[in-house]
């Protein structure tokens, strides 16, 4: 049997023990201690729980008094004097004496060297021979020649002599001259007038030809218009006593024109003295008409006759005028009837080409005088630097014996150059010394508005200068050399124990004031609405005090390395946020830093 099921009276005893109310109130008095006591855990815990939570911060109190603002920067030192080591042959480098940063004195030996094939030697001895033959072809000269110039000069001579003789004969012909002018003149007015009367003609014919006026001249044409509107008038009231007469004869002939009139009445309207009358009346309107007609015709064929006539004698004209205009025209071309005024032009411009090139020639000889001056002067220049390269060589062939290179001033190497095994280039740097008797300076760029607060003779404080022994003073202010920049360049003169080629950061100062309020650079920020400040603001609460972060805005007046004069809505002995553990934002509760 299974020893786990319960027997009868055990389940009776359990029930009655889950019964007791004794015990059921014991159960639910200690669950709702538990609870309270969680509770005031809770409760009492609260605060330091949410502080754990907050961004804990750093404050430090704003002052007020004194503030030096500064300017920074920094730059390489050089010497102001350096002295490059070279030689003017080439030699063989065997032993550097020196290294970089040594000090050497006036005499100490650099290098010692051993000679090659001397190339420069040959090379100059080349250009020696270059030299000597320029100066013999500059000798050989060909002197100047202005029989060309002096030809032009006899030729305009001539030509201005012609010119006055031509001038001078038309003086005494001006009679002649001004006759033929004035014929000129007149036979221009002639061609204008035929050349209309020309065009007159030729319309009046035309218009004759269409038996069309309207657009003839009224001058020929008046009587043509009068008796063709005579025939036009004689023609319509011949038409019209025709109409009458061919309607009389139709009426008499049995033309009935109402079905219910009798052929009495019709007769009856026309009588025959009334017809025959009519018939005579067409028959003098027809003699009146056929008479315009042919006055009009015959007076019409016997004006374009006229007119043909007219216009063949003004065509004749015509080109008789135009032939004695083209000729004086031509005559003018060429000169034969030139007028006095132009013919004085003329001489006048001749003259004037004459003495153009006499000056001409002046200026040519005297350039030419002027360029054999500067020849001469070449000469003797190319006389001298053949003498220099004469004492080149001579001084290269000496230098085929040097065995050291000396340093000619005392100093510190700044660079070496070259290496064992190396040929020396004529006037190539070996070395650089850097002479410390001509100092060191400091070239700084900086913005042209913060330069506008330095000057010159302020000592700058050399941040990275461990052992405290370089000074650095504002000698020069200078504008950038760079096109289009607004920066300026502050030169100082650097002393104490540096090298050429040290980086120095310079912090200058610009001047000192007193301030309302000052903070430490750290606790000033920056966004698109310009800088502020996070200040503490605290609230009581039955758990104690909460702090809060409030944004002010500020403006930056002055700042040096550490901290900023600002003004704004801030007063010294406010704290301001210098660090926070996490970001804050205005208006975040935040906890104060445990100190």
Known sequence: MNENIKQPDEIKGSDEKERDPGKRREIVKTILIIFLAVLLVLTFFSNTILNRSLAEISTERATSGKLTERVRGSGIVESNQVYDVTVESNLVIDTIMVKTGKEV???????????EENAELSAAQDALDELELAYQKAQLAVAADYSSENQAINNARADLNTAIARRDAAANNQGNVQAAKNDYNNNK????????LQTKLQSTISAIDMDEYSAAPADYSGDLIMSKNKVTGA????????????????????????AEEP????????TEEELEAARLDAEDKKAAYDAAKTEYDNYKYWLRGELVSQLTDCENEIDWLTAQISAYEDSLSSGETMSLDALNEDVTAKQRALDELISSLKKTQTDNEHQSQLDKLDLEAQKKAIDKQKEKIEKLKNDSDITEITSKYSGVVSSVMVQPGDTTVPDSPLASIDIADEGYTVRVTVDAEKSKKLKKGTEAEVVNNWN?????VLTDIKNDTVSGSKNRILVFEVTGDVESGTNLDLSIPCGSGNYDCIVPKSAVYQDKDGYFVLTVTSKSSPLGNRYYAQRVNVEVIVSDETSSAVQGAITANDYVITAASKPVSPKDQVRMKDN
Not at 189 to 196: C, E, G
Not at 263 to 270: I, K, L, P, T, Y
Request: glycine share 8%.
């Open 105 to 115: 004195s006036k005499g100490d030996v650099l290098f010692t060297v051993s000679s």
């Open 468 to 472: 405290g022994n370089v000074q650095a």
């Open 263 to 270: 052929e009495e009445e019709s007769a009856a309207a026309v």
């Open 235 to 258: 023609e319509s009231e011949y038409t019209a006593a025709q109409q009458i007469y061919t309607a009389m004869l139709a009426a008499i002939g049995g033309g009935q024109t109402d």
């Open 189 to 196: 007015s002639s061609l204008a007038y035929q050349t209309k």
